[in-house]
């Protein structure tokens, strides 16, 4: 059983700051990549950023300056990433979804992508 939890969030006015966390736990052998997408009303869900398990991050062009993505590690498991979200802005309301590329300690040679529950980004004008 692997959980992806995410915390943080709110309203914020535009300009603002905002950090979200994201948590992995369970059975986990490995974690790759970690990314954050969000989906706003009536849109598809989009990638914002990435950190790869060496460390390389990917931003969409849209946060590139503003948000900064990081990955923590507590007892060389590097299953926490956050998402610090800076001069926000109107459009970058949202629910923002935690990902995880993992692979569980009862099947290693197989990678699976789980997602978190979702934690609502609101910017307010």
């Known amino acids: 059983q692997v959980q992806v939890v995410e915390s943080g969030g709110g309203l914020v006015q535009a300009g603002g700051s905002l950090r979200l966390s994201c948590a992995a736990s369970?059975?986990?052998?490995?974690?790759?990549?970690m990314a954050w997408y969000r989906q706003a009303p009536g849109k598809q869900r989009e990638l914002v950023a990435s950190?790869?398990?060496?460390?390389?991050?990917?931003?969409?062009d849209s946060v590139k300056g503003r948000f900064s993505i990081s990955r923590i590690s507590v007892d060389n498991a590097k299953r926490t990433v956050s998402l610090q979200m800076n001069t926000l802005k109107p459009e970058d309301t949202a629910v923002y979804y935690c990902?995880?590329?993992?692979?569980?300690?009862?099947?290693?040679?197989?990678?699976?992508?789980?997602w978190g529950q979702g934690a609502q980004v609101t910017v307010s004008s």
């Open positions: 369970g059975s986990i052998f490995s974690i790759n990549t």
């Open positions: 950190v790869t398990q060496g460390g390389s991050t990917s931003y969409a």
């Open positions: 990902n995880a590329k993992i692979r569980l300690v009862t099947s290693i040679t197989n990678e699976n992508t789980y």
